[in-house]
């Protein structure tokens, strides 16, 4: 059975900092690509950040670059996005998502509020 739950989400202040998890099982973690994605209250959802298999390589969507890293452990099967200097704009839920040519896997989300 696939799943992939994410945790971390809560409240910050702007400016500050939170790292997301996302921990996979019932697939070959090692093969995905991974991806984080958010969606605002009344927008659409958008790719944040995606970190590709085997090589490593990441992509970040121009409003977060400088801000968030993405990265993954490949031994625990967990992959991260540490976030930093968050703004109220930030304030969305994040999806973990993993993807290959055929499969396509979405956790449930976890919100994060940046609030002062």
């Known amino acids: 059975q696939v799943q992939l739950v994410e945790s971390g989400g809560g409240l910050v202040q702007p400016g500050g900092s939170l790292r997301l998890s996302c921990v996979a099982s019932?697939?070959?973690?090692?093969?995905?690509?991974m991806n984080w994605h958010r969606q605002a209250p009344g927008k659409e959802r958008e790719l944040v950040a995606t970190?590709?298999?085997?090589?490593?390589?990441?992509n970040y969507v121009q409003s977060v670059k400088g801000r968030f890293t993405i990265s993954r452990d490949k031994s625990k099967n967990t992959v991260y996005p540490e976030m930093n200097s968050l703004k109220p704009e930030d304030t969305a839920v994040y999806y973990c998502?993993?993807?290959?040519?055929?499969?396509?896997?979405w956790g449930q989300g976890t919100q994060v509020t940046v609030s002062s």
């Open positions: 970190i590709r298999s085997p090589d490593g390589s990441t």
């Open positions: 998502n993993a993807r290959t040519v055929t499969d396509n896997y």
């Open positions: 019932g697939f070959t973690f090692s093969r995905y690509s």
